[in-house]
Nanobody, 115 residues
Framework: QVQFVESGGGLVQPGGSLRLSCAAS????????MGWYRQAPGKQRELVAA???????DYTDALKGRFTISRDNTKNTMYLQMNSLKPEDTAVYYC?????????WGQGTGVTVSS
């Protein structure tokens, strides 16, 4: 079993930046690929970015260039650096494996981009 705890969200102005953290615990060594997901109000959850244990990354085309995913394997922590934030980025952000596992969804961390 794996648990993920997201943190770092908050209120930020358009154009601002945030760095989200995802602390993993449990059988972390079994996870090969992790991802950041988000769910905006009234919308389905979507993948934001993914990263392998070796550091290879993939991003959705719309977010590539603004968001950067990274991980520190020594800390069992994954990060999402979010720059040039837009109101459309407002959502609850989650981390999970890729593909996601339903039982691993945590509380998420809310991000609100507004002036």
């Amino acid at each position: 079993q794996v648990q993920f705890v997201e943190s770092g969200g908050g209120l930020v102005q358009p154009g601002g930046s945030l760095r989200l953290s995802c602390a993993a615990s449990g059988s972390v060594f079994r996870i090969l690929i992790m991802g950041w997901y988000r769910q905006a109000p009234g919308k389905q959850r979507e993948l934001v970015a993914a990263i392998t244990r070796g550091g290879s990354t993939d991003y959705t085309d719309a977010l590539k260039g603004r968001f950067t995913i990274s991980r520190d394997n020594t800390k069992n922590t994954m990060y999402l650096q979010m720059n040039s934030l837009k109101p459309e980025d407002t959502a609850v952000y989650y981390c999970n494996t890729r593909p996601s596992i339903d039982a691993y969804w945590g509380q998420g961390t809310g991000v609100t981009v507004s002036s």
